[in-house]
Structure formats: C-alpha cells, structure tokens
C-alpha cells in the first residue's frame, strides 16, 4: 500500500466526552470517543500505482456476490431481481474502478470478466457486465466461504485504495461447515470490507450479520426482491464515497492501566474489543475499515491503578493510523486525551456523562433485543418479555424511534417508559428478522 500525504485524505478530528472524576478508590474509566472525517482530497499519487483518480475520488476494486443457488428460483421473481440489483449497482460505478461479479451457489464461479481479473469499469466494460448477467441462473447449493476466497482473490490482483464487497443470499449456508466459514472470514479480515444483505427471510440472521461483522461492513434485511436494485445502488453509491481504507483506532495506555473494552457505539454497535493487534509498548490497534465523509462513536473503557483523592493521570490516548505493510505507521493528526482525576466532591464523582450514559444504553437495548428474540425462539416467553420490555424503554428512553417502530411489531407496549409489554401472539417472520438485523443501529446523542 502506498503511504498517503496529508492532502490525499479526508481530515480527521477526534472528540473526547467523559467525566474524568472519580471518587476515593475509583479505578473505571469511561469515554466516548468521536471521530469525524471531512473533505477527501482528489490528486494523483503514489509510490507503485494512482491511488486517486484526479476528479474521481479513490481508486478502487469491487466484487459483487450473487447468491445463484436453487432457492433463488422460489419465487422466480427473486432471481431477476437480483439481476436487476446487480446491473444497477454496476451502473452505479464510477470510470476507473475495477470490478468483478460472482455467482455463488457451493462453489464460486466468475460471471464477468473471468479469468481471474477484474475489469475497469467504463461504458463499454459495464454494458459488457450487464448483459453476462443473463447468464445466471438458480441451481446448486450454498457455500459462502468459498464466494468469498474468490473475491479475495479477485480484489487482491488489483494496486487500489480501496477494496469493498457486496454480497446477497437468500438461504443458509448449508454446503460447508461454520467451520469452513469463519476460516474464510479470517482469511479475508482485513483485505477488504463487505456489505451482506439477505433477501427474503430464509436466511440466517446470524450468519449474514456475523459476515458483515467480521468484514467491517454493514448488514441488512431486504425482504421484498423487489427493493433490491434500491439497496444495491445505496450500498455501491456509498461504496464509491469511501476515500480511505484501513484506518485504525490506536489506543495506547500507561502502566498499570488496562482497557476493558473498545467498542464502536454509532452509526452501529460493533465489538472491537478482541480485534486489537498489538503495535508497540502499552499501544494497541483497533480496525475501523474504510471512511468517507461520516462521523463515529467509540465508547473506550479502562481500568487504572487506585490512586489518592487530588492525583490524576492520563488514562489513554487516543489516535488515527494507517498501519504500513512495512511495519511503519501513518499518523492521521487527530488525537483525544481520555483523563482521570480523583476528587472527594461527590457530585462531580458520580456525575454519569451524558454521551456515556446515552450509548451504554444504546449497547444494551441492542443486547436486550438479541437475547428478547433468543429466549422467544427457545420457548421462553416470560424471559422473552422481559428482556424485549426492557428493549422498548431503552429506546423509548434514548429516542431511538426506527428500532421502536420495529419492536412494536414484535410486542404489544403497554406503557414504554415502564417497559411494560405483551409478546404478539403472531409477528410475521420477515418483521421479526428486520428487528434482528437491525439491533444493532443506534441513534446519535442528543449534544
């Protein structure tokens, strides 16, 4: 990978809310970490290849997987849909960007262009595209895995900035071993990131969420084939707005102080926490995957030594980075100071930061509704209630309207500040994955 200027990227800025006081014994620490990435630079560059095309944004590769196994002929609507998706998120491309397409069904094969390359995209490149997706047909089993060693193949031939991949399955993936799967998905880490997408509601919520996941990409339910070719223009659209990839999260922290955990709170709740990969003496680095023009939350907890009332201590600090194949690191600019401050005032110890306080109630109404539909599916009624009751105050509480609309289509509320409520005797299947998928989304605090 070629090593960026300074004006080759989008500015990144860093934000810090914590309360840094804590009472006589105190040792947790808890900050909420904002990063910000503003106006992406367009210049040729670079050591080996352009990773800017001048006017274009980035360079790039794609790879679309589309599931071809037989159950995308039931109904056969679906598979035309996918079609249709697929050449809408071609035309979405920009010039420049070399891109493959895949049929998944349990082996991977190329559809367009073949031969284990990628093509440009341009007119000529894309009509081309197009018309070999006439070629796919339902037929065969699903294997998952091995769609996506292909990819990684296919995207890892090109010198670009970034590498993205989409994925659509209809159906769980039943020719190979979870085994098998999470190898691929451990092969592919890091390589390159990749939106999953489940059309219908065969599939495994799971399965699909938990490849978005470890791929640092998005997941999401389309349960009518009919509004595929809107998602896939949204998702390519948006993958063509990426400008940098590979960013981490650079915690370093002193002696005695541990982290307990580093999570992504927003747009979503990502678990980051055992993804560290250790990048010098008390530094670690957390992967954050590509970046536009977007804003994210990160909630960093740390444990530090017991200290006497009127000590503080920097806690952690906190910085951008592009790791080098190298070994060498580009530093991003933008750093935040998490502090502590041992205080006998009371009302400054126990005093819960409102970004704190709003996101550890955003990661526990997304537990709430993954444990609610668990224990519904388990036979657990009354635990289901409970847990799904707690659900819809949290967002009551936080002002989370989408996932409230959602879970109202699960239980009867009652009174939502209590969390009172009923489990609908009949939820339609495809209303209850939507809420499974979308657990995880949460709403910005209120500044």
Same mark, same amino acid.
């Given at each position: 990978?070629?090593?960026?200027s300074?004006?080759?990227?989008?500015?990144f800025?860093?934000?810090?809310y914590?309360?840094e /006081?804590?009472p006589?014994?105190?040792?947790?620490?808890?900050?909420i970490?904002t990063?910000?990435?503003?106006?992406?630079?367009?210049?040729?560059?670079?050591?080996?290849?352009?990773? /800017?095309?001048?006017? &274009?944004?980035?360079?790039?590769?794609?790879?679309?997987?589309? *599931?071809c196994?037989?159950?995308?002929?039931?109904?056969p609507?679906?598979? %035309?849909?996918?079609? *249709?998706?697929?050449?809408a998120?071609?035309?979405?491309?920009?010039?420049?960007?070399?891109?493959?397409?895949?049929?998944?069904? &349990?082996?991977?094969k190329? =559809?367009?262009?073949?031969?284990?390359?990628?093509?440009?995209?341009?007119?000529?490149?894309r009509?081309q595209?197009?018309q070999?997706?006439? #070629?796919?047909?339902?037929?065969?089993?699903?294997?998952?895995? !091995?769609?996506? %060693?292909?990819?990684?193949?296919? +995207?890892?031939?090109?010198?670009?900035? @970034?590498?993205?991949? @989409?994925?659509?399955?209809?159906?769980?993936?039943?020719?190979?071993?979870?085994?098998?799967?999470?190898a691929?998905?451990?092969?592919?880490?890091?390589?390159?990131?990749?939106?999953a997408?489940?059309?219908?509601?065969?599939?495994e919520?799971?399965?699909?969420?938990?490849?978005?996941?470890?791929?640092?990409? !998005?997941?999401d339910? =389309?349960?009518?084939?009919?509004?595929?070719?809107?998602d896939?223009?949204?998702?390519?659209?948006?993958?063509?707005?990426?400008?940098?990839?590979?960013?981490?999260?650079?915690v370093? !922290?002193?002696?005695?102080?541990?982290? #307990?955990?580093?999570?992504?709170?927003?747009?979503?709740?990502?678990?980051?926490?055992?993804? %560290?990969?250790e990048?010098?003496?008390?530094?670690?680095?957390?992967?954050?995957?590509?970046?536009? *023009?977007?804003?994210?939350d990160y909630?960093?907890?740390?444990?530090?030594?017991?200290?006497?009332?009127?000590?503080?201590?920097?806690?952690?600090r906190?910085?951008?980075?592009?790791?080098?194949?190298?070994?060498?690191?580009?530093n991003?600019?933008?750093?935040?100071?998490?502090?502590?401050?041992?205080?006998?005032?009371?009302? $400054?110890?126990?005093?819960?930061?409102p970004?704190?306080a709003? /996101?550890?109630?955003?990661?526990?109404?997304?537990?709430?509704?993954?444990?609610?539909?668990d224990?519904?599916?388990?036979?657990?009624?009354d635990?289901?209630?409970?847990?799904l009751?707690?659900?819809?105050q949290?967002?009551?509480?936080?002002?989370?309207?989408d996932?409230? #609309?959602? +879970?109202a289509? =699960?239980?009867?509320?009652?009174?939502? $500040?209590?969390?009172t409520?009923?489990?609908?005797?009949?939820?339609a299947? $495809?209303?209850?994955?939507?809420?499974?998928?979308?657990?995880?989304?949460?709403?910005?605090? #209120?500044?």
């Amino acid at each position: 990978m070629a090593i960026f200027s300074k004006s080759n990227v989008p500015q990144f800025s860093m934000d810090v809310y914590q309360n840094e /006081y804590l009472p006589e014994g105190g040792r947790e620490v808890n900050a909420i970490v904002t990063v910000s990435a503003t106006g992406g630079g367009t210049i040729g560059s670079a050591v080996a290849a352009p990773l /800017y095309t001048p006017g &274009h944004g980035p360079s790039a590769a794609v790879a679309i997987m589309v *599931d071809c196994s037989g159950s995308m002929d039931y109904p056969p609507a679906k598979m %035309r849909n996918a079609r *249709d998706a697929t050449a809408a998120a071609i035309d979405t491309l920009r010039d420049g960007v070399h891109f493959a397409v895949i049929g998944g069904t &349990h082996v991977a094969k190329e =559809v367009y262009p073949g031969g284990g390359r990628l093509a440009v995209a341009d007119a000529t490149t894309r009509d081309q595209a197009k018309q070999a997706l006439r #070629k796919l047909s339902a037929g065969g089993g699903t294997a998952i895995g !091995t769609w996506l %060693r292909l990819a990684d193949r296919l +995207l890892s031939s090109a010198d670009v900035a @970034i590498r993205h991949g @989409i994925l659509l399955t209809d159906g769980r993936n039943e020719h190979e071993s979870p085994e098998e799967l999470r190898a691929a998905l451990d092969a592919c880490a890091g390589r390159f990131t990749c939106d999953a997408r489940g059309v219908g509601t065969d599939w495994e919520v799971k399965e699909v969420t938990g490849i978005a996941s470890a791929l640092l990409g !998005t997941a999401d339910i =389309v349960a009518d084939p009919a509004g595929l070719a809107a998602d896939f223009t949204q998702m390519m659209e948006t993958a063509m707005g990426k400008e940098v990839a590979d960013v981490a999260l650079r915690v370093w !922290t002193p002696v005695g102080t541990t982290i #307990k955990f580093v999570k992504q709170v927003a747009p979503t709740v990502e678990e980051l926490t055992y993804r %560290r990969t250790e990048s010098g003496p008390r530094s670690g680095d957390y992967p954050t995957g590509s970046w536009g *023009d977007e804003s994210r939350d990160y909630h960093v907890c740390v444990e530090v030594p017991a200290a006497d009332l009127g000590q503080e201590m920097l806690a952690a600090r906190v910085s951008l980075v592009i790791p080098q194949p190298d070994g060498s690191v580009q530093n991003l600019g933008a750093q935040g100071l998490v502090r502590a401050v041992w205080t006998d005032d009371m009302v $400054a110890s126990t005093s819960i930061n409102p970004q704190v306080a709003h /996101y550890t109630g955003q990661a526990e109404l997304a537990q709430a509704i993954q444990q609610g539909l668990d224990l519904r599916k388990a036979g657990d009624m009354d635990g289901a209630t409970a847990k799904l009751g707690r659900a819809v105050q949290l967002a009551s509480v936080s002002g989370n309207a989408d996932t409230a #609309k959602l +879970l109202a289509k =699960v239980v009867d509320v009652v009174d939502a $500040a209590a969390g009172t409520v009923r489990l609908k005797a009949k939820v339609a299947e $495809a209303d209850e994955m939507t809420l499974e998928t979308r657990s995880t989304k949460t709403v910005r605090v #209120k500044k």
